[in-house]
């Protein structure tokens, strides 16, 4: 028998179909049926849900999560890593491939997709590394994976140093349709830094990691995106360099398209409270300069999305403090109303150009089918209560990961439902 649910007089926001106002949502067995007033299902049985004075947009897809699965389950897994993204109001990830072994054939790309069709609540796609062993020297066998129905290759955490490789791994990539996403950081520059290189690190009497870093390999594969025609997406972008690369790779042609993370368009080194490690991530917090140089591209489109870089590590961890502690902070659970709070209620982005950047833009980079609530397309939706504010409280992360700077900071938005293919995979219980 079929299943249907109709979700009511939610302010439905899609941008992918250019509609934006009051309307019914109704869903039968998995998929959209139709949007508009009104509507019924002729099922007695029908689920509905009042979502009058709420936020209804498709559901979020986040192209830069760490699931730490397998190797580090004790940080995350696969299961608890999308219970966290139900909870954030995203129903699509792409996981990294920076595990333990490394996602580098489809045999270990296999064990991914294959626990997640059994314990995820949300669609877990899983990006496989460029270089076995994440080493930087042989390719992976690109063809086989991406048969498999691999749509990503990254070998974030780390960027392919040798440049001939890279160009190589480019050109094999472009022929099979899938996206390289790129981590950019020149590794021989780093020096052993752990924030960003500035007056705050002079401060703190910690090594600092200057822009030019991320910039020089961020100029690096733009230009071998454009000589090889191959799809780029520049992963977590953090200084004002990188949003004038893109931006000029863009205006050249290329297949060339970037990413935020809100952590860092919220925060500059001028947070960092002291020691403490949670304000640890790679690339660092940068400065002001930065930040609005990174929402000017935002605004003018040409950062195309949002994500995390969801990156979960253990109290224990990160306690070390800054020169000891793992990079990286969690994010699934706090992007939808970090990016509200800070981009939509200051004017920097509207509602509409939010999910934009957080669900249709992140869809058609990875190529799956969602971002829109169009007839048809599959029952990913987020349910979203912007009209009060809360403080962030890691306690009620569904995480492993509790490590956030953004803790008892006062946000707008809670999630109230999301649903996954029709199902509801997390409903607030206030």
């Not at 052993?192 to 401060?203: C, E, F, I």
């Not at 997406?233 to 004002?240: D, G, I, K, P």
């Not at 591209?297 to 950062?303: K, N, S």
Request: glycine share 10%; net charge negative; charged share 25%.
């Amino acid at each position: 028998m079929e299943k249907t649910r109709i979700i009511r007089n939610g302010y439905v926001v899609d941008p992918a179909n250019s509609f934006e106002g009051t309307a019914d949502i109704l869903i039968r067995d998995g998929r959209i049926e139709k949007v508009g007033p009104h509507l019924e299902s002729g099922d007695p049985a029908c689920d509905e849900i009042d979502a009058s004075g709420l936020t209804v947009t498709p559901g979020l897809v986040d192209l830069h999560v760490h699931l730490r699965d397998p190797g580090q389950t004790y940080k995350e897994d696969v299961g608890t890593g999308a219970e966290a993204a139900a909870h954030g109001g995203v129903t699509t990830i792409l996981a990294m491939p920076n595990t333990h072994p490394p996602m580098d054939s489809v045999n270990r790309i296999g064990y991914v997709v294959n626990k997640a069709r059994t314990q995820a609540l949300v669609h877990v796609h899983q990006a496989s590394a460029i270089t076995k062993d994440m080493q930087g020297e042989e390719l992976v066998d690109i063809e086989a994976i991406a048969r498999y129905g691999v749509r990503a290759f990254s070998e974030d955490g780390k960027s392919v140093m040798n440049a001939e490789r890279m160009y190589e791994a480019m050109k094999r990539i472009r022929d099979t349709g899938a996206v390289i996403c790129d981590h950019c950081e020149e590794i021989t520059m780093v020096r052993g830094g752990v924030m960003n290189d500035d007056a705050n690190a002079a401060r703190l009497g910690l090594p600092g990691i200057s822009n030019a870093v991320e910039d020089v390999i961020t100029a690096r594969d733009a230009i071998l995106a454009l000589s090889t025609g191959a799809r780029l997406h520049l992963c977590h972008m953090s200084t004002a360099g990188a949003a004038e690369i893109l931006r000029a790779a863009k205006k050249a042609g290329g297949h060339v398209t970037g990413e935020v993370c809100p952590h860092h368009f919220a925060l500059t080194s001028d947070d960092i409270p002291g020691d403490d490690a949670n304000f640890k991530m790679n690339p660092p917090l940068r400065t002001k300069k930065d930040v609005e140089a990174l929402k000017e591209a935002l605004a003018d489109g040409t950062i195309d999305c949002i994500s995390t870089d969801h990156a979960p590590h253990s109290r224990e961890e990160k306690l070390r403090g800054f020169r000891r502690a793992p990079f990286g902070i969690t994010g699934l659970e706090t992007s939808a109303a970090l990016t509200y709070t800070c981009l939509v209620r200051t004017g920097v982005l509207t509602l509409s150009q939010m999910v934009e950047k957080m669900s249709v833009n992140p869809a058609r980079i990875l190529g799956v089918p969602t971002g829109s609530l169009a007839e048809g397309m599959p029952a990913d939706l987020a349910v979203f209560d912007f009209r009060t504010s809360h403080p962030v409280d890691p306690g009620t992360f569904l995480s492993k990961g509790k490590n956030t700077p953004f803790a008892g900071m006062d946000v707008f938005g809670t999630v109230k439902y999301t649903l996954a293919d029709g199902d509801i995979v997390w409903r607030s219980r206030t």
